[in-house]
């Protein structure tokens, strides 16, 4: 059984929508009748340009936003149909990483009370265990023990990406979403924290959706991937497939457009 399982699922956004009410004309499909299975263990890499719908993918698998219709299957337990109790948890198995690490995280708390905030509400764990795991969880995504008192505004780009991916290691989820997780940051900051999210893979037993619009980056990291064109999914395999001997013309425009991947 996949550990994830989406299916035929659509996301409707009205056009022109009025913070008064007014509704413009139309809408648009974010989300186009798609199905995908995520295996666990795995890394599906979500590829395509801007305005695809990756994003908008990535949040509904974990309802984060709602969908239309369709059905978003977690270990066999329908998602859509869970509780708000239910959901919360769940959440202890599925969590994000942000692809703004700055805007992700609370300016006004302290990288000791980002990291730890996950475990106080959700596992509710005693004040000397709940630094036992801090320490182990900065120590995993390569931060010193002296990142504890400080906070975001203080670090680089990449050092806040990885008290992000920290805090979302907190609860040991098997799934993660990472949403352009390095979008944000230069190129050799950003090899380094999809290094370090392979190696965390590894580590801890991870199942990734990772969204990019970099083939480059997807292939490194991914075992399958998924592209995605105005809301759709377009073409789906294993990596190799996808990136040597490509059946759909997007996915060839988008290899083309990285001259070293180009079939």
Do not use: C, W
């Amino acid at each position: 059984m996949p550990l994830l399982e989406i299916r035929n699922l659509i996301k409707v956004f009205p056009l022109g929508e009025s913070i008064f009410g007014g509704g413009g004309k139309g809408e648009v499909r974010a989300v186009d009748d798609v199905s995908l299975n995520i295996q666990s263990g795995e890394t599906l890499g979500l590829v395509g340009e801007s305005g695809s719908g990756k994003s908008t993918l990535g949040r509904l698998v974990l309802r984060l936003i709602e969908p239309t219709s369709g059905e978003i299957l977690f270990e066999g337990r329908d998602l859509l149909a869970a509780s708000r109790g239910e959901m919360r948890t769940l959440r202890r198995d599925m969590q994000i990483i942000f692809q703004d690490p700055f805007g992700s995280l609370d300016p006004r708390m302290r990288v000791d009370d980002v990291v730890s905030e996950p475990l106080i509400i959700h596992e509710r764990m005693h004040s000397s265990a709940r630094r036992s795991r801090v320490a182990e969880l900065l120590k995993a995504v390569g931060l010193d023990q002296s990142a504890r008192q400080r906070f975001p505004h203080e670090f680089s780009g990449g050092q806040r990406q990885r008290i992000g991916i920290a805090r979302a290691l907190a609860l040991r989820p098997k799934f993660i979403v990472a949403d352009e997780p390095i979008s944000a940051l230069d190129v050799s900051v950003g090899a380094q924290i999809v290094n370090l999210l392979s190696q965390l893979q590894r580590e801890f037993g991870l199942t990734y959706l990772f969204i990019s619009h970099s083939m480059p980056v997807v292939r490194y990291l991914a075992t399958r991937i998924a592209v995605m064109y105005r809301g759709k999914i377009v073409e789906v395999g294993p990596t190799t497939q996808i990136t040597e001997r490509p059946q759909h013309a997007y996915t060839r425009s988008l290899l083309e457009a990285t001259p070293e991947l180009t079939a």
